[in-house]
Nanobody, 119 residues
Framework: QVQLVESGGGLVQAGGSLTLSCAIS????????MGWSRQAPGKQREWVAA???????AYADSVKDRFTISRDNAKNTVYLQMTSLKPEDTAVYYC?????????????WGQGTQVTVSS
């Protein structure tokens, strides 16, 4: 089993920045890729970014050049640095751990952290 705990969400003004953290514990050696997804009210969950154990990264077009995914192996923590935030970035952000960069049914998920961007 793998446990994921997000933190760092909050309220920020448009144009501002926020960094989310995801602490991972348990059988972390079963995880090859970590990522972030988000879900806005009334919308489907959206894939945002991913990072593999080998260091490859990928981003959704909607966040490219504004968000950066990174990790601290010593702390078993993955981060999502978000800059130039827009009101449409408002959502619950979920941390994900799995095998592929894409979401699969076997992934582990955190409980989510709310990000609200005011205009």
């Amino acid at each position: 089993q793998v446990q994921l705990v997000e933190s760092g969400g909050g309220l920020v003004q448009a144009g501002g920045s926020l960094t989310l953290s995801c602490a991972i514990s348990g059988n972390i050696f079963s995880i090859n890729a970590m990522g972030w997804s988000r879900q806005a009210p009334g919308k489907q969950r959206e894939w945002v970014a991913a990072l593999t154990r080998g260091g490859s990264t990928a981003y959704a077009d909607s966040v490219k050049d504004r968000f950066t995914i990174s990790r601290d192996n010593a702390k078993n923590t993955v981060y999502l640095q978000m800059t130039s935030l827009k009101p449409e970035d408002t959502a619950v952000y979920y941390c994900r751990g799995g095998i592929l960069m894409e979401v699969t049914k076997n992934d582990y998920w955190g409980q989510g952290t709310q990000v609200t961007v005011s205009s």
